[in-house]
């Protein structure tokens, strides 16, 4: 599950897959592309692009819809959020690292201050653990947190920072909760293109980032999908 086409393109053409027709309906943004690779079957599901704005669908309200059709459609045996995001400096990230979620993905601006709905806002949905994945491919490791907006104000970060979260991107816990609804195993994997602890505003770091950060991205998926392919033989 990606949200952006340029975050998608490379590993796209890294391993050659092909548009599927058919799979949305005609009226729906969404597309999928798919291929076999060794013994894996591989589909990424795009958001696509919003009719009305010509800009990619990013964000949860996409997401949702494309992750619950694509289950539908390809009932895969795992999920993965791949994308950028941006990541605290502190952390002793840099800008291309990539980040696999650990522990669970959580909301930090759904904020309901009543009994039960707190909890519910926050999400708290799980992720997979695999360390022998992340030990193998040297790929560090995060809580995200999932808000619907680029920037980060500062009620965004305290709910970050009372997540525990090291990452902040806008997709992962609205996939991983059709994922846990479904009981479909989810994972995450992030690229970092911004610093969420910098003066700098993190339009101007994501611009000036994101060919690195995809790149990454796409060399980080393909490296996850050999492993893979290894541990299914």
């Not at 949860?60 to 539908?72: D, E, K, N, R, S």
């Not at 522990?103 to 709905?117: A, C, E, N, T, Y």
């Not at 949905?125 to 500062?154: A, F, H, W």
């Amino acid at each position: 599950m990606i949200a952006m086409r340029a975050e998608a393109r490379e590993f796209i053409q890294a391993l050659g897959l092909k548009q599927e027709e058919h799979v949305f309906d005609e009226k729906l943004p969404m597309r999928a592309y798919s291929g076999t690779v060794d013994r894996l079957s591989v589909v990424v599901v795009l958001n696509g692009v919003d009719k009305r704005f010509d800009v990619d669908d990013v964000a949860t309200q996409p997401a949702v819809l494309a992750t619950y059709i694509g289950v539908q459609k390809f009932n895969p045996d795992l999920i993965i959020n791949a994308g950028t995001a941006g990541g605290f400096k502190r952390a002793d990230y840099e800008i291309g690292d990539a980040v696999v979620s650990c522990d669970s993905v959580k909301f930090h601006d759904r904020r309901i201050p009543l009994k039960g709905f707190d909890a519910y806002g926050i999400g708290s949905y799980p992720c997979i653990d695999m360390p022998d994945l992340i030990e193998e491919l040297s790929l560090k490791q995060g809580i995200i947190s999932t808000g619907n907006s680029l920037d980060c104000t500062r009620t965004d970060l305290e709910m970050i920072e009372k997540n525990g979260a090291e990452i902040k991107e806008m997709e992962a816990a609205g996939i991983a909760w059709v994922a846990w609804i479904l009981e479909k195993p989810f994972m995450a994997v992030k690229t970092i293109s911004d610093f969420i602890d910098s003066h700098e505003p993190s339009e101007e770091q994501f611009v000036r980032n994101l060919s690195k950060a995809t790149g990454n991205l796409s060399n980080t998926l393909v490296k996850i999908v050999d492993y893979l392919n290894v541990q299914g033989k």
